[in-house]
Nanobody
Framework: QLQPVESGGGLVQPGGSLRLSCAAS????????IGWFRQAPGKEREGVSY????????VYADSVKGRFTISRDNAKDTVYLQMDSLKPEDTAVYYC?????????????????WGQGTQVTVSS
């Protein structure tokens, strides 16, 4: 069972920053593509960002372009989501998903292995 572990969520003021981490438990994260998704109360899970297995392709939702940056550190076997200029509408539970390289990676149903999520709250 491939289950990643997310960390780094918390409460931050509008305009602030957080860095989320996605780490592996019992497998090598560097062998997989990684997707970050989020789900706010009463809303569907939406794709936020994606990085391919070799790190050569990244994808961002329009709502986070220019504010979020995805990266992977193979030495630490960790994928990061740097979130800057946070807005109240970024408030959600953020999930890391593990899978294969995808042509359309921002669709949740194409991913099968999910972490438990980490809460991000942007509020003054």
């Amino acid at each position: 069972q491939l289950q990643p572990v997310e960390s780094g969520g918390g409460l931050v003021q509008p305009g602030g920053s957080l860095r989320l981490s996605c780490a592996a438990s019992g497998f090598t994260l560097g062998s997989y593509a990684i997707g970050w998704f989020r789900q706010a109360p009463g809303k569907e899970r939406e794709g936020v960002s994606y990085i391919s297995t070799n790190g050569g392709r990244t994808v961002y939702a329009d709502s986070v372009k220019g504010r979020f940056t995805i990266s992977r550190d193979n030495a630490k076997d960790t994928v990061y989501l740097q979130m800057d200029s946070l807005k109240p509408e970024d408030t959600a539970v953020y999930y890391c998903a593990v899978g294969s390289d995808l042509l359309t990676p921002m669709t949740a149903r194409f991913w099968h292995y999910w972490g438990q999520g980490t809460q991000v709250t942007v509020s003054s």
